[in-house]
């Protein structure tokens, strides 16, 4: 079921994982990706869903911003306490990937609220398998 659709991103829920999947298209980060997100997370809370794939794949080798484009988001749009756990993995190319695990230090995790997991893959299949098991 197709929840929020725009040329740069779709948002769809898949009943049977019980998880939403973004996926967006542009080749780069931007504005309509954080309202993209937004929208995502919004979704996450209203339909009780604990579980999101970002796929990110397409978009072009990230930069700095990366990380605070996808965890700083998580502390303005998810309330503290959490009531249930949220899981969320992001697909990323091997480019953004490496660039991930090379250049953000662990401590940028502060963005991260606690009871949110928050994981990197570079394979679909993968990430949704980590989301299954969750």
């Known amino acids: 079921m197709t929840l929020y659709h ?3 991103a779709s948002l769809s829920y898949n009943a049977s994982a019980d998880t939403l ?7 780069h980060l931007d504005l309509s990706f954080g309202v993209a997100y937004q929208h995502a997370l919004e979704q996450m809370l209203k339909q009780n ?3 999101l ?6 978009n072009a080798p990230s930069d700095e911003n990366q990380e605070e484009l996808l965890l700083k988001p998580l502390t303005r749009c ?8 949220v899981f969320i ?17 662990a401590s940028g995790t502060t963005f991260v609220p606690d009871r949110v997991e ?5 394979s679909r299949r993968e990430a949704a398998s980590w989301l299954n098991g969750q």
Do not use: M
Request: net charge neutral; charged share 15%.
């Open 78 to 85: 998810l309330p503290e306490p959490l009531v249930r756990p």
């Open 6 to 8: 725009t040329p740069e």
């Open 89 to 105: 993995a992001a697909v990323l190319s091997e480019g953004q990937y490496q660039y991930q695990i090379s250049n953000c230090p």
């Open 49 to 51: 869903v604990g579980k």
């Open 118 to 122: 928050f994981n990197y893959f570079t």
């Open 21 to 27: 999947h973004l996926s967006f298209n542009a080749t």
């Open 53 to 58: 794939l970002l796929d990110l794949k397409r």
